[in-house]
């Protein structure tokens, strides 16, 4: 069974940086994305960044040009830093992980961290 294991996060002023690692235990095969969604109270969590293992990335328009997307494809990590931080920001940050193993599809939930940025 996969297990997503976050860091990172914790509270910064605006304009400061934080950055967030995820690490996947167990296979997620040769094809996958791995990324980062966010979620505050009352509102459904959404996409922020994600990356396949062919090195394509997406972010929400809300964070290009100040979130940068990276991943170990040997060590099965995603990392996430965050520049630029605004009040906006603050959520709860959730590693996900997805994958094809043959005909079947596969998701995994990190436990999430939280992103406090104060104004």
């Known amino acids: 069974q996969v297990q997503l294991v976050e860091s990172g996060g914790g509270l910064v002023q605006a304009g400061g940086s934080l950055s967030l690692s995820c690490a996947a235990s167990g296979s997620i095969g040769s094809r996958n994305n791995m990324g980062w969604y966010r979620q505050t109270p009352g509102n459904e969590r959404e996409l922020v960044a994600t990356?396949?293992?062919?090195?394509?990335?997406n972010y929400a328009d809300s964070v290009k040009g100040r979130f940068t997307i990276t991943r170990d494809i040997g060590k099965n990590t995603v990392n996430l830093q965050m520049n630029d931080l605004e009040p906006e920001d603050t959520a709860v940050y959730y590693c996900?992980?997805?994958?094809?193993?043959?005909?079947?599809?596969?998701?995994?939930w990190g436990q999430g961290t939280q992103v406090t940025v104060s104004s």
């Open positions: 990356i396949s293992s062919g090195g394509d990335t």
């Open positions: 996900n992980a997805r994958w094809r193993i043959f005909v079947s599809s596969y998701e995994a």
